[in-house]
Nanobody, 127 residues
Framework: QVPLVESGGGLVQAGDSLRLSCASS????????MGWLRQAPGKEREIVAA????????YYTDSVKGRFTISRDNAKNTVYLQMNSLKPEDTAVYYC????????????????????WGQGTQVTVSS
């Protein structure tokens, strides 16, 4: 099991910024590729950003490119999602997810690739 606890969500106005954090525990965090996913009401869960276990490779869905940044601090067992220029369509529950990765330079862009999930944090962007 990989415990994941998200924080940093909230209610903001369009154009504002938020930084989500996802903290884990244990000594094997650096073995996991990480992702941030979101699910809006009535929609399927979608990948927002993904990050290789060594932090060198990233993936972003088209709608957030240039606005969101995923990063990790393996010393703190934490992954972050910096969200700038937020839009109402970014409103969703955001989930942190992890999957064991045999390769340091691989990210996973499919929700089905992730084995461990946090409980989610709500992000609401008002217009």
């Amino acid at each position: 099991q990989v415990p994941l606890v998200e924080s940093g969500g909230g209610l903001v106005q369009a154009g504002d910024s938020l930084r989500l954090s996802c903290a884990s525990s244990g000594s094997t965090f650096s073995m996991y590729a990480m992702g941030w996913l979101r699910q809006a009401p009535g929609k399927e869960r979608e990948i927002v950003a993904a990050l290789s276990r060594d932090g060198t490779l990233t993936y972003y869905t088209d709608s957030v490119k240039g606005r969101f940044t995923i990063s990790r601090d393996n010393a703190k067992n934490t992954v972050y999602l910096q969200m700038n220029s937020l839009k109402p369509e970014d409103t969703a529950v955001y989930y942190c997810a992890a999957t064991l990765s045999m390769f340091s330079g691989t990210y996973y862009s499919s929700p089905g690739a992730y084995a461990y999930w946090g409980q989610g944090t709500q992000v609401t962007v008002s217009s």
